[in-house]
């Protein structure tokens, strides 16, 4: 575990419809589900108040690059998201390609008996669980965080 960064991380997975949060404990050990946030013009400020429970490190937000890892229009949103979440709370912001993490959600609710209409409401979750741990497991196993940060230039004004 050397080089691993000690604090709280919350994993963001932004969707057109809803908004995944998980966090991890302080020692990266595990990453548990939060809450999904409806998609909407308070989907920052609640993220924020959820935030505000925990003695933050960092927001771990998923960048939903393609199989070629090219950005696409939800790459796009996320990015402007993120960028606005770290503006507003002044809490770093790491981008981690989140490539399969909806389909290992969607994968591991399906082993667990749950239908994709009954997982409906947590799928998001469960993605920004997978993303989060994904993340932890990277800078344990490397020592360097995973992703990137935002650049200033990319933030909006």
């Not at 609640?46 to 960092?58: G, M, V, W």
């Amino acid at each position: 575990m050397s080089g691993f960064r000690r604090g709280v991380r919350l994993g963001i997975d932004v969707g057109r419809a809803r908004v995944g949060v998980a966090r991890s404990d302080p020692d990266g050990m595990l990453a548990v589900p939060v809450e999904t946030v409806p998609r909407n013009d308070l989907s920052i400020d609640r993220i924020l108040q959820i935030a505000e429970e925990y003695d933050l490190l960092e927001f771990v937000v998923g960048l939903p690059v393609n199989m070629q890892g090219a950005d696409t229009p939800s790459t796009t949103d996320a990015r402007e998201f993120a960028a606005a979440l770290q503006q507003l709370s002044g809490v770093p912001v790491r981008l981690v390609d989140e490539r399969l993490s909806t389909v290992t959600a969607h994968a591991a609710l399906r082993s667990s008996g749950r239908s994709q209409k009954k997982s409906r409401s947590i799928v998001d979750q469960v993605a920004a669980v997978v993303l989060l741990q994904q993340a932890i497991d990277t800078e344990k196993s490397t020592g360097n965080p995973a992703g990137a940060t935002i650049p200033a230039d990319e933030e909006p004004v």
